[in-house]
């Protein structure tokens, strides 16, 4: 079984491939220049014709994927843009206008590699997925999230993230970044139900989508530095290794997590349950303060602490979480249970002392 997966030098899609790979499947990974690709030969060189990368430029174009989906049975559809120290021009604060008969149906305006993106892919599939099964898409925790006044609230697939769509609308390119990336996930994964719906008379594939929260664990990126690390590592890299407070950050003190291997696992059962087609699939391992992951380190690595290298920040100022997520649904579709925050932890750290 031949699996498309996009963006697939990823911190996410090559824990994807690897899996893939790990489980017998066949892999063709999508990569928008040919430097990004050569990492890959690094990684997954052993698989031999097992493994293939493809150039796919400009996800958006028209036809981007015509030729990527020809012959695969299953999509991984991973790329987009995270934050806006992607070096896409064209990325999160680029906004296209789109006529008012698009598939979401009188939303002006919207995030295009996102959206544009995910779409490109489905029309590419409806087109030349003769072998089609399924495709599954990751849309994000982004996507459920509004906020809470009056706390606790536990989000659950139910949620829809429409409130971000909103305030884009209104605020436009003036809006936070926070707001572009909820808004493009929600956008997005919207877009896979719409377009699923409108063509599934059409087709022989279904869709999913998987939901993560900030995702952790050991990074197999082409990335020398620790501090060169982009993305959710980064997050985690700024909050855990270097002494700075949480609140001049203006971020919630506490975050939801899952290990990027867990996440990679539920990729590939959101391909092989049969119970997860049409789904959305929440995959949250729990959610812990800022603090408490410092403690849970400063008590599994003290030598670390002692010798100044990583910050104690305020030890044992419990934090409150204020919402939460249920993924219990998924996790029992997908037959998985998740690592914990103290194995993440270590394993960061174990990285990041590799990588320096
Ligand atoms: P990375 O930034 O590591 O990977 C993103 C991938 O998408 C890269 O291959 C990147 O290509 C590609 N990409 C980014 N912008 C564009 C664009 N404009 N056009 C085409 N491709 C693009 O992110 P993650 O692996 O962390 O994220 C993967 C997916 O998981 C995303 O859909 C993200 O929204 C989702 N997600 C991630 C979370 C996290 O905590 N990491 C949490 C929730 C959801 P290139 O390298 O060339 O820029």
Redesign the pocket.
């Known amino acids: 079984q031949r699996v498309l997966v996009t ?7 090559l824990w994807v491939v690897r899996v893939l790979l790990e489980q017998g499947f066949t892999v063709r990974g999508t ?2 220049s040919e430097s ?1 690709g050569r990492h890959l030969d690094e990684l997954f060189g052993s698989y031999g014709d097992k493994f293939e990368w493809v150039v796919v430029e400009d ?1 958006v174009k028209e036809g981007a994927f015509d030729e990527a989906v020809k012959g695969v049975h299953a999509i991984e559809h ?5 934050s806006s120290t ?1 070096d ?1 021009p ?2 999160e604060s680029s906004f296209v206008r789109l006529s008012s008969n698009n598939v979401n149906n009188g939303l002006l305006e919207y995030l295009k ?1 996102s959206v544009e ?1 995910t779409l490109s892919i489905l029309r590419s599939a409806l087109k030349f997925g003769t072998d089609i099964k399924r495709v599954v898409v ?1 849309s ?3 996507a459920v999230m509004r906020t809470v006044t009056e706390p606790p609230v536990i989000f659950d697939e139910d949620d829809w993230a429409d409130e971000f769509v909103d305030t884009l609308k209104r605020e436009g390119r003036k809006a936070s970044e926070q707001v572009k990336y909820f808004a493009s ?1 929600t956008l997005a994964e919207r877009a896979v139900f719409t377009f699923y719906d409108a063509h599934k008379s059409q087709i022989n594939w279904d869709v999913a989508t998987v939901l ?4 952790l664990g050991p990074t197999l990126q082409d990335v020398k530095k620790s501090s060169d690390l ?3 590592p980064n997050l985690w890299y700024q909050k855990v290794v270097k002494d700075q407070d949480d609140d001049p950050l203006n971020t919630t003190p506490f975050y939801p997590y899952v290990d990027v291997r867990d996440l990679a696992a539920a990729h590939v059962n959101a391909l092989t349950k049969e119970a997860a087609g049409g789904k959305r699939l929440l995959i949250c391992a729990g959610s812990i303060g800022w603090q408490d992951t410092r403690d849970i380190v400063y008590s599994l690595r003290p030598d670390l602490y002692e010798s100044g290298v990583l910050p104690r920040g305020k030890p044992d100022s419990k934090t409150s979480i204020l919402w939460d997520y249920n993924g219990e649904k998924a996790k029992s579709i997908l037959g998985l249970e998740y690592r914990d925050i103290k194995h993440i932890a270590l394993d960061m750290i174990t990285d990041f002392e590799r990588r320096g």
């Open positions: 963006g697939a030098n990823g911190f996410v899609a990569v928008r990004k996800i991973t790329a987009a843009p995270i992607s896409d064209d990325g590699p993106g990751t994000s925790l982004a996930k993560p929260p900030v995702v982009t993305g959710s």
